[in-house]
């Protein structure tokens, strides 16, 4: 069964919207377009029950009633439609067989309003214990994106076009791990992980060879590069270990 109901301003004690629902809809502040919003953020609300237990049809009548008699009134509403068209199941939704109105529509401004400066998390951190409750909301929640091979793209190439795109994106922003280094827990588990994945499937330069212009990089890179004390130290402590265990594997 099904009820109506207005929620009236707290300032003025004059109703601004008119619905139709079951359950806690009246008291639910979510899927409320932004008039609504607006309006109870500056003034709040309360619910006034017009009608309880009738069956939908009845409920959509009376939505629409109410609607036309504020509107006569001169009241301000914030419902986008005349009412009679809520969120009906199957075919009695009003958005039934028709496609959606926004599909396709961009909106970079919504996106500019948010960007840089403009975030309210922008310069913020979250702190040890929020990350904390945040991992454990998390814990047991499947990703909207699918992986493995469950993925859309898997097994294929990205294009050009979207590979361009991306690297024009990320230009100019710093890597989020630049001067984080990090610890010793991590690097062990890094290099437990690698290891264990070159033991099964080998190197992944395996067999392939470096191209004239990719070696000639290379040593052009290397030549710029300045060896401090310590790292000919440590290569050559590499290097040794690898003779050795070279050795007692022959």
């Not at 006034?48 to 509403?77: F, H, S």
Request: glycine share 10%; proline share 4%; aromatic share 8%.
């Amino acid at each position: 069964m099904f009820y109506v109901y207005e929620h009236i301003r707290k300032d003025t004690n004059i109703p601004f919207y008119v619905g139709k629902g079951k359950g806690y809809r009246a008291n639910s502040t979510q899927n409320r377009n932004i008039y609504w919003k607006r309006v109870v953020e500056k003034a709040g609300y309360t619910i006034n029950y017009l009608a309880k237990d009738i069956d939908e049809e009845l409920a959509y009548l009376c939505e629409q009633e109410r609607i036309d008699q504020l509107k006569r009134l001169g009241c301000k509403l914030a419902n986008l439609t005349v009412g009679g068209e809520g969120a009906g199941a199957g075919e009695l939704h009003h958005m039934w067989g028709k496609p959606h109105p926004q599909k396709g529509i961009k909106r970079p401004w919504l996106r500019e309003r948010y960007l840089g400066e403009n975030n309210p998390q922008w310069g913020k951190k979250f702190s040890e214990e929020t990350r904390k409750q945040m991992s454990i909301s998390r814990t047991g929640k499947k990703l909207n994106r699918p992986l493995g091979s469950k993925s859309g793209m898997k097994g294929k190439a990205y294009p050009e076009e979207g590979k361009r795109k991306l690297s024009e994106a990320l230009k100019g922003r710093p890597c989020p791990t630049k001067g984080i280094p990090h610890t010793e827990e991590t690097k062990t588990k890094m290099s437990a992980s690698q290891k264990a994945h070159w033991a099964e499937h080998g190197s992944p330069n395996k067999g392939r060879k470096h191209s004239e212009e990719t070696k000639a990089k290379m040593r052009a890179s290397r030549a710029k590069r300045v060896y401090t004390d310590e790292d000919k130290m440590k290569i050559s402590q590499a290097v040794k270990a690898w003779h050795q265990k070279r050795k007692e594997q022959v």
